[in-house]
C-alpha cells in the first residue's frame, strides 16, 4: 500500500484543483465557479442499483456524475485516475449518528446532543452542526460521505438532519436541514445500547412502577400526537389559512402529522414496535424504525406495511435473554423478508465504522448486495433523497469512493474520495498526529 | 418486552425437550437458566481438523494442513500430517483455523470490578468475584476468544489482582482459572484515578489524588513503604535463622497490600497498567526504573504511540484499543495508528477489549491494524493471539499454534479478516466449547417458535 504521506501529496494536489468550487452543488442556486472534470478510469465500479462494471470509467463534472459505464469516452481536459486494481463505490450514509453535535464525550462544552425536556419537536439538529468538527474529516475518509445527525433524549429529541461529511457552514453540508422527526420510543428500560431510548428509572424502581412509568410516558407521548393533530386541523381551518405562527413545537409537528415529514422511531423490542405501529396507524405516520434489534418478530408485518427498518449498531449486545447472534443476525431476517434496511452507526467518533456494522450482517446472513444497498441507496429512500444521492447514476451528486477493495471489508483502504465532486484530502486530525510522530527521530 | 422473552425462553426450553431437532442441540442451547446444569462436551483424547487453512500466528500460513490434538495439547500441525486413527475428525474444509483469541484487558467473568473507596487496593483480587455464567463468556467464545485478562476496573492507581482465565464456559467458576499463569495486578493513571470526570454530590468528600503529580506521588509512597515492609520480612527471616532456640524473633505485621507489591519489586506480578497520556507513561517507566521492576503491559496506551521509544526500551508490551477515541479528553490524541506505529518502533502490541462486546469481534478489530498504517496479516493476528499471550506471560502455552502449546482454536468459515466470516468452532484445550451447529442462534429460535406456534407467529402480527 502507499505510505499516507504519498496519499496526502496526491490529494494536495486535487485540493488545488477543487477547492475553488466549494459552493455547494446539490443546493439549488447558481454555481459561482466551475467545477474541474475527473475521470475515473479502468476501474470495477459498483453502482449499487445496476450491476458492476468491469474497466469502468465514471466522469464527475459540476458537481455530478455525468457518465458511467464500459465505453464511456473521457472529456479532453479532466484530471484522470487510473483506477487499474481499485473499486468505485457512491458514498455511504451513516443513517444515525450524532456527527457534529458532539466533539470529546466528557466534555460538556462541547456537546450539543441532548435538549432539557421531553418534546422538542422544534428544535433542528443542522443548526448545531459544527462544520468543522474533527470527527467529520475521520468518517469520510473511511468512505461515509453523508449523514443523519440528530440530538437524541426525551421523548421527541427533535429534527434531524441530512448532511454531507464537507462544507464551510451547516447549511452548506445540509442535503436536507429537516429530514426527519426523531422520537424516542419509551421502554421499560434496561434495554441496552442501541436506540431504545425513552429509559427511566434506576434500580431502586420496583416493575409495577417502571410499568406505570411507561405507561404514563407512552400516553404522554400519544397525546402529543393528538395534539399536534388538532393544532394542525385548527390551523387549516382558520380564517387566514393559518398563517400566524402560535407555537413553535406544534408548528414543527404540522409536517409529521400531515404524512409529510418521516418519524424516525428510535426503538430496542419488539413491544415498542408494536406502540409505533399503533400511534402510526391512529396518526398516519410516515414511520422509519431505528435501532429496533427485535425487529425480527415483526419483519413479514413491516414488509408488507413497507415500514423500512434502520438496523444497528449491530456492535451491540443482545439481551440477556437474546440469542447471542441477534444483533448481528437480525438485518438479515428482515432484507429477506422483504423490509427495506438502511444502518446506523449511532456513534460520531466512530461512524467511520459503518461499514464494519454491515460486515457483521453479512457474516451472519445479511446478502452481500442487499448490505451494500442497506449502506447506501435504501437510505436516501428512506428520506426521499435517492434523485440526488445514493448510487452511481448520471445525475446524481457525485459523491464518490474510490478502494482498494469491497468497504465492508476493514483491510480496504480508500484512495480517492469525491463530496459533490469534490476532492476531499485524505488526511485528518489522526493521519496528522500520525505522520507527526511517526517522523520522531529514534531515542 | 421481559414477558415475552421469557416466553421465548419458555420455548426454547420446552422445544428442545421435545423436539428431536432440538435434542442434538440440546446441551449448550439454553441461555437463561440452568447454565450450571448444563453438560459442556467431553473433551476428546485425539482430534484432528484436517485441510484447513491454518493461520499459525508464529510460522506463517498453511494453506491446507492438519492439526492432531492429543489430551488437549497440539501434537501436529503441517501440511502433511496423518490423521491418527481414533481420532475425532473435524473437516475443516474452507475453513480457517486461528489461535484461540487472547484477550488483555477484560471484565466479563467479574461479578465487581471496582473497589473504589481508596486509591491504593491492591489486596482485592479478580478471582475471588469470577463467575462462570456470565453471559459475556459464552458470546466471546462465539466470537473465537479462548483467554482473557479479568482486570481490576481503573477507579484506583494500584488496583486489585487481575486473574488470567480461560473461557470454559459452562464448568464450574474455578476451572476458569488459567493453571500456571503468571500473577499480576492493574494499575492505573490520569482522568480515572483523579476522579475528574465523576460528578460529586454535595457533602461528598474528593479522594486524592485529584491531579497526576499526586498520582505519582502515590505509587512512589506506596513503593517505598513496599520497600520497608520487604526489608522488615527479610530482616526478620536473617534473625529467626540465627535466633537461638527459644528466642524467636516478633515477625512483622502481615499486609497484604503490601505483600502484592513486595511480589511486583521481586518481579512475580506483573504489572498491567492503564493510561492516555504519553507524560503519564513517562512517568510510570521511571517509576518502575526507580523501583527495579518492569511495567508488563501499558492498557489502552493511547498515546503510546508518542513514546514507542520508550516504551520498548523498557521492553513493556502495550495492549490498545483498535480505534476507540474522542470519548474524553485524554483521548483526544488517540489515533488508529496507535498499535502499528508503537509495532513499528518494537513494541508488543495487543488489540484488547475492555468490553463485553468488543470482545465478541477482536477479529475485526484487528485488522484494524492492517487499515491504518499498513501492518501485515500476520503482525495484526498477532495482536489478538501471540502478543497478549506474551504480555500475560502465557505464550509458552497458548497464542500459536505450535506443536507442545494448548490446543485453544477459533475454526472460521472463511478469512478471519474477510467480512463475510463468522467463528464457526471455539476449542480450549481440544475440547469444543462452541459449536454454531449447536448454538443458540436467532434462525434456531425462529425454528423453534415456528414449530411451536406455527409459520406465521415467528414474524407474526398481521394486524
Redesign the interface.
Known amino acids: 500500500?502507499t505510505?499516507p504521506r504519498m496519499r496526502i501529496a496526491e490529494c494536495g494536489v486535487l485540493m488545488a484543483i477543487g477547492l475553488a468550487a466549494l459552493p455547494l452543488l446539490a443546493q439549488s442556486g447558481p454555481q459561482s465557479a466551475p467545477a474541474s472534470t475527473v475521470v475515473i478510469r479502468n476501474a470495477t465500479i459498483v453502482p449499487v442499483t445496476s450491476a458492476r462494471i468491469q474497466n469502468g470509467t465514471i466522469v464527475l463534472r459540476n458537481g455530478r456524475i455525468e457518465a458511467v459505464g464500459a465505453n464511456v469516452n473521457a472529456p479532453s481536459g479532466a484530471t484522470v485516475i487510473d483506477g487499474t486494481g481499485l473499486f468505485v463505490y457512491p458514498g455511504m450514509i451513516d443513517a444515525g449518528t450524532q456527527l457534529g453535535l458532539t466533539?470529546?464525550?466528557?466534555?460538556p462544552g462541547g456537546e450539543d446532543t441532548q435538549e432539557i425536556g421531553d418534546f422538542n419537536p422544534h428544535n433542528v439538529a443542522v443548526t448545531a452542526v459544527n462544520p468543522h468538527s474533527?470527527?467529520i474529516p475521520v468518517t469520510r475518509v473511511n468512505g461515509v460521505t453523508t449523514a443523519i445527525t440528530s440530538a437524541e433524549g426525551g421523548l421527541i429529541s427533535g429534527q434531524a438532519g441530512l448532511i454531507d461529511l464537507m462544507g464551510w457552514t451547516p447549511t452548506d453540508m445540509a442535503v436536507r436541514r429537516q429530514a426527519a422527526m426523531v422520537v424516542n420510543y419509551p421502554?421499560?428500560g434496561g434495554?441496552g445500547?442501541g436506540g431504545g431510548g425513552g429509559r427511566f428509572g434506576g434500580g431502586d424502581q420496583s416493575?409495577a412502577e417502571r410499568r406505570a412509568e411507561l405507561d404514563r410516558r407512552t400516553r404522554a407521548l400519544r397525546s402529543y400526537f393528538a395534539d399536534a393533530k388538532a393544532y394542525a386541523d385548527v390551523k387549516a381551518r382558520a380564517a387566514n389559512g393559518g398563517a400566524r405562527k402560535l407555537n413553535q413545537a406544534m408548528e414543527a409537528m404540522i409536517p409529521v402529522i400531515r404524512g409529510e415529514m418521516p418519524v424516525i422511531f428510535d426503538v430496542?423490542?419488539?413491544?415498542?414496535i408494536?406502540g409505533v405501529?399503533a400511534l402510526a396507524?391512529t396518526f398516519k405516520l410516515k414511520v422509519v424504525l431505528r435501532g429496533a434489534r427485535?425487529a425480527?418478530?415483526?419483519?413479514?408485518?413491516l414488509a408488507?406495511r413497507r415500514i423500512p427498518v434502520i438496523v444497528g449498531p449491530t456492535?451491540?449486545?443482545?439481551?440477556?435473554?437474546?440469542?447471542?447472534?441477534?444483533t448481528?443476525?437480525?438485518p438479515g431476517?428482515l432484507a429477506r423478508?422483504g423490509v427495506k434496511i438502511a444502518f446506523q452507526t449511532s456513534d460520531?467518533?466512530?461512524s467511520?465504522?459503518l461499514p464494519?456494522n454491515a460486515?457483521?450482517a453479512?457474516?451472519?446472513?445479511l446478502d452481500?448486495d442487499a448490505a451494500l444497498r442497506a449502506l447506501t441507496i435504501n437510505a436516501a429512500e428512506m428520506f426521499g433523497v435517492a434523485d440526488r444521492i445514493g448510487s452511481l447514476e448520471p445525475g446524481k451528486v457525485a459523491n464518490v469512493v474510490v478502494t482498494t477493495g469491497?468497504p465492508?471489508?476493514?483491510?480496504?483502504?480508500v484512495r480517492h474520495l469525491f463530496i459533490r465532486g469534490q476532492p476531499v484530502p485524505l488526511d485528518d486530525?489522526?493521519?496528522r498526529?500520525?505522520e507527526q510522530?511517526?517522523a520522531?527521530p529514534?531515542? | 418486552m421481559r414477558t415475552i422473552a421469557m416466553v421465548l425462553a419458555a420455548v426454547v426450553l420446552s422445544a428442545a425437550a421435545s423436539s428431536a431437532t432440538a435434542q442434538q442441540r440440546a446441551a449448550p442451547r439454553d441461555t437463561t437458566t440452568k447454565r450450571l446444569s448444563y453438560p459442556v462436551p467431553p473433551a476428546a483424547r485425539l482430534v484432528a481438523i484436517t485441510n484447513a487453512t491454518i493461520m499459525t500466528a508464529a510460522k506463517g500460513t498453511i494453506p491446507k494442513g492438519t492439526i492432531v490434538i492429543r489430551d488437549g495439547k497440539i501434537a501436529a500441525v503441517g501440511a502433511d500430517v496423518a490423521v491418527p486413527a481414533g481420532a475425532q475428525v473435524i473437516d475443516g474444509n474452507g475453513k480457517f483455523v486461528i489461535p484461540g483469541i487472547v484477550d488483555a484487558h477484560s471484565h466479563s467473568a467479574a461479578e465487581a470490578i471496582n473497589e473504589g473507596t481508596q486509591s491504593i487496593t491492591a489486596q482485592v483480587r479478580m478471582e475471588d468475584v469470577l463467575r462462570q455464567d456470565a453471559l459475556g463468556l459464552y458470546r466471546e467464545l462465539a466470537g473465537g476468544v479462548t483467554t482473557l485478562n479479568i482486570l481490576h476496573g481503573s477507579a484506583n492507581t494500584i488496583g486489585g489482582q487481575n486473574a488470567t482465565v480461560k473461557v470454559r464456559w459452562g464448568l464450574p467458576a474455578d476451572s476458569l482459572l488459567f493453571e500456571g499463569a503468571p500473577p499480576g495486578i492493574k494499575f492505573a493513571l490520569g482522568e480515572n484515578v483523579r476522579q475528574t470526570n465523576r460528578t460529586v454530590l454535595p457533602g461528598q468528600e474528593r479522594r486524592y489524588p485529584r491531579t497526576r503529580m499526586g498520582v505519582e506521588e502515590l505509587l512512589r509512597d506506596a513503593f517505598t513503604r513496599a520497600q520497608e515492609y520487604r526489608r522488615d520480612w527479610q530482616a526478620y527471616d536473617r534473625a529467626r535463622k540465627s535466633a537461638k532456640k527459644g528466642q524467636a524473633p516478633v515477625p512483622p505485621k502481615r499486609d497484604l497490600q503490601l505483600d502484592a507489591l513486595v511480589e511486583v519489586l521481586e518481579g512475580k506480578r506483573l504489572v498491567h497498567c492503564h493510561s492516555y497520556r504519553a507524560d503519564e507513561i513517562l512517568m510510570m517507566l521511571q517509576v518502575a526504573k526507580d523501583f527495579g521492576f518492569r511495567v508488563a503491559s501499558f492498557q489502552h496506551v493511547l498515546e503510546g504511540y508518542k513514546v514507542a521509544d520508550e516504551i520498548a526500551a523498557a521492553g513493556s508490551g502495550a495492549s490498545t484499543f483498535a480505534d476507540n477515541w474522542a470519548y474524553k479528553l485524554e483521548a483526544w490524541d488517540a489515533i488508529p495508528h496507535n498499535a502499528t506505529l508503537m509495532a513499528e518502533r518494537g513494541v508488543r502490541v495487543s488489540i484488547n477489549s475492555d468490553s463485553d462486546e468488543r470482545a465478541r469481534r477482536l477479529y475485526q478489530e484487528a485488522a484494524k491494524a492492517m487499515h491504518y498504517g499498513g501492518a501485515s496479516e500476520e503482525e495484526a493476528l498477532k495482536m489478538i493471539t501471540l502478543h497478549p499471550a506474551w504480555q500475560l506471560g502465557i505464550d509458552k502455552r497458548v497464542g500459536s499454534i505450535e506443536v507442545g502449546k494448548d490446543a485453544d482454536l477459533a475454526i472460521f468459515n472463511g478469512h478471519p479478516f474477510a467480512p463475510a466470516s463468522r467463528v464457526e468452532m471455539t476449542l480450549i484445550d481440544g475440547r469444543v466449547f462452541f459449536d454454531r451447529n449447536t448454538a443458540p442462534t436467532l434462525e434456531y429460535l425462529m425454528e423453534l417458535i415456528r414449530q411451536q406456534q406455527g409459520p406465521r407467529q415467528v414474524t407474526e402480527v398481521v394486524p
Open positions: 500500500m505510505t466533539e470529546i464525550g466528557s466534555v474533527e470527527l421502554s421499560l434495554g445500547f416493575d430496542t423490542t419488539a413491544d415498542q408494536r405501529l396507524d427485535e425480527w418478530r415483526l419483519a413479514d408485518t408488507m456492535t451491540s449486545v443482545p439481551g440477556a435473554e437474546d440469542p447471542y447472534d441477534m448481528y443476525a437480525n431476517v423478508a460520531a467518533a466512530n467511520r465504522n464494519y460486515a457483521l453479512v457474516a451472519y446472513g452481500a469491497d465492508m471489508d476493514v483491510r480496504s483502504v486530525r489522526h493521519t498526529l500520525y510522530f511517526r520522531r529514534r531515542s
